[in-house]
């Protein structure tokens, strides 16, 4: 019978042997779902921390531009503006240009001006740094048709809706890097295991790895709402490191001899005894 539950193991995965013997002894399956359940609450405050520091700053900062933006359209790669050009929308915060809207050749560089943005009849030029700037065809452009109703639109997704889509995403791709992780990380455990008194099968030390790899989502998830800023090789090295580590504190908790062990049954069909 059990004796700890999915919702007990993300605390006592920091330090418990004994969660660690009932998952090899009393659990069942592969563990694919733990892993699933304890992402699945770690992406919320992740989620929620990239809404209030990222989105909705930047939707905050972007509706006075949208505010000022004309009528823009592209039709056969020419852009048409629906202003008196040079049109120049400004930082509502600095008073800076941001982006020259011209048509009419007056304006053919961002030489000379502090704007981020150029759009002129056929190219549209950014800023990329102080003497990089980049120029992209009109046509390549991914609207056909931008005034302030479509910009309020925009700064409408970012204000929560992104967020919401970023959730199933981010959850997405976790599941599937934890899942592989513990692939590998399971292969060794078999490794580790192998000379020990106790003999697990794959499936017995899948579900050591997906509990074993819970303070490595938590550690990670602290870090993020935290702001801490890594390159990815950094994070999954960690991660992978750290899931080892605890992984092999579970093999050698659940391997121990203890005197309870002597009675163990052998018929437990994924943890059996030499």
């Known amino acids: 019978m059990r004796r700890y539950s999915a919702l007990r193991a993300p605390l006592l995965a920091f330090y418990s042997k004994a969660l660690y013997r ?3 002894r009393n659990w069942r399956g592969s563990g694919v779902l733990y892993p699933l359940m304890l992402l699945a609450v770690c992406c919320v405050p992740v989620v929620v921390v990239a809404q209030l ?3 909705t700053p930047l939707a905050a ?6 505010e000022q933006l004309p009528t823009i359209t592209i039709s056969l790669g020419e852009v048409s503006v629906e202003a008196t050009q040079p049109y120049v929308v400004k930082d509502a915060r600095t008073g800076k240009a941001v982006v020259i809207l011209d048509t009419t050749g007056q304006t053919t560089s961002l030489a000379g001006t502090e704007a981020k943005f150029l759009l002129t009849k056929t190219k549209l030029f950014i800023r990329q740094g102080a003497d990089d700037v980049a120029a992209h065809d009109a046509s390549d452009l991914p609207f056909r048709r931008v005034d302030r109703e479509v910009a309020a639109g925009w700064l409408w997704w970012l204000k929560g809706p992104l967020a919401l889509l970023l959730y199933p995403v981010l959850l997405l791709l976790s599941y599937v890097y934890v899942l592989a992780q513990d692939t590998v990380c399971g292969g060794f455990g078999l490794l580790v295991v192998r000379n020990r008194r106790w003999q697990f099968d794959y499936q017995t030390v899948m579900r050591l790895t997906g509990v074993a790899a819970t303070p490595a989502v938590v550690a990670a998830t602290v870090a993020l709402v935290a702001g ?3 390159p990815l090789l950094v994070w999954v090295i960690g991660c992978f ?3 080892m580590a605890y992984l092999c504190f579970a093999i050698q908790a659940t391997t121990e001899l203890r ?3 002597l009675g163990a049954s052998p018929d437990v069909p994924s943890f059996s005894i030499r």
């Open 259 to 261: 005197g309870s062990d």
């Open 22 to 24: 009932d998952v090899a």
């Open 228 to 230: 801490l800023s890594a």
């Open 53 to 55: 520091r990222a989105f």
């Open 61 to 66: 900062r972007l509706a006075p531009i949208a």
């Open 241 to 243: 490191a750290l899931t």
